[in-house]
């Protein structure tokens, strides 16, 4: 017993280290002026809940030149009317309607790509339809990957938890991040496989982004941020992951019932592998779930609060309801539930699907 609470200390002091170093260096964007001309894109497909309000927040940018694409993706509600009358009162916003889906791609990755042949910007930024971008965040991002020399810089924005589904799966995006991936996404860490990326809000400089071949050379994915961040970094590419909290804000799903279908999407792009979900439970396990049952022996009782303090850490920086705090080794439980779901799904060669559309899942690029 007291063998296994030492382990799970150490699977503890792993993740609380590595998250310390990454919160200290995690690039907070000041405001700034930014030269050139910032292309917002927003692929929408039955985003009429949510485009309305994102499109007032893209609008009221400050501090750069701006446009605002709307890629219409084979809605069925109102999406499309609700752009086109915006779109007659304001020049620096168009819509523009997606061609048919190729075979071989997936619908967003389409979308985006089709936006970015109509961009006329320096800049890229592609941003999902229920994000709400603050004033000065696409000039801070410009500025940001200007002044870096980066050919990508992406945010992940204050998630927006209204409800305890939303609490036990949304706070594992960026606790996983800064707390298991060495370097968090910052730039100075060059491979590949230390790449992130969060596809809400996801900024391309124009050159290098069609020097890669652009979003078609990531066609048959769920979880372009991350391939795209991947190959760019293969090319000689720098990216880096800033902190999204004061840059924007997202609702990305309402109950559990969304969240584990929108999880479950991108899962066999990430974690949800033969060979890597194993080693993502023992360290998620070992650190989050184990020590419980291995009170009162303090090794355990330590790597428990060396989770919750990390976890806390991490819930204070993003922004995060601190209510959602007590929740984390549930969080745990359901991030790790969702994978092996995802994997036994295709095991049973069960495709991959978002809003009416199915794809065979394929690991990221």
Not at 130 to 141: F, K, N, S
Not at 150 to 178: C, D, H, K, W, Y
Not at 202 to 219: F, T
């Amino acid at each position: 017993m007291t063998d296994w609470a030492w382990i799970s200390l150490g699977l503890a002091a792993l993740p609380a280290a590595l998250g310390a170093h990454n919160l200290r260096r995690l690039p907070r964007l000041p405001a700034a002026a930014a030269p050139g001309l910032v292309s917002i894109l927003i692929p929408a497909r039955d985003e009429a809940a949510n485009i309305a309000a994102c499109l007032d927040a893209a609008l009221a940018s400050q501090g750069v030149a701006i446009e605002v694409v709307v890629m219409d993706d084979g809605s069925t509600d109102g999406t499309p009317e609700i752009v086109r009358r915006r779109a007659a009162a304001d020049p620096r916003l168009r819509l523009l309607a997606a061609p048919p889906l190729p075979p071989g791609w997936t619908g967003k990755v389409h979308a985006c790509a089709r936006l970015a042949e109509a961009a006329r910007g320096d800049w890229m930024l592609f941003l999902d339809a229920d994000v709400r971008l603050a004033p000065e965040a696409a000039a801070a991002m410009a500025a940001h990957a200007a002044r870096q020399g980066l050919a990508m810089a992406s945010a992940v924005p204050r998630q927006v938890i209204g409800s305890l589904g939303e609490a036990l799966t949304v706070p594992a995006i960026n606790f996983l991040l800064l707390g298991y991936l060495p370097g968090g996404g910052r730039a100075e860490t060059r491979q590949p496989g230390l790449a992130a990326a969060c596809g809400q809000l996801l900024l391309c400089e124009r050159g290098a982004y069609a020097a890669i071949g652009g979003h078609g050379a990531v066609r048959g994915v769920l979880h372009e941020g991350l391939a795209l961040a991947r190959r760019f970094r293969a090319a000689g590419h720098r990216t880096e992951v800033v902190d999204g909290a004061p840059l924007a804000e997202c609702r990305m799903y309402r109950g559990f019932a969304e969240c584990w279908a929108g999880f479950l999407k991108n899962a066999r792009e990430g974690m949800a592998t033969p060979l890597g979900l194993p080693v993502w439970t023992a360290m998620l396990g070992g650190a989050h779930l184990w020590p419980w049952a291995l009170l009162p022996a303090w090794p355990a009782a330590l790597a428990l609060l060396l989770g919750l303090g990390l976890r806390i850490a991490v819930t204070r920086r993003a922004r995060e309801p601190w209510w959602t705090v007590p929740l984390h080794p549930a969080t745990m439980l359901v991030a790790l539930a969702i994978q092996y779901w995802a994997l036994i799904r295709w095991l049973a060669g069960r495709p991959a699907g978002w809003k009416g559309r199915a794809y065979p899942a394929t690991k990221a690029a």
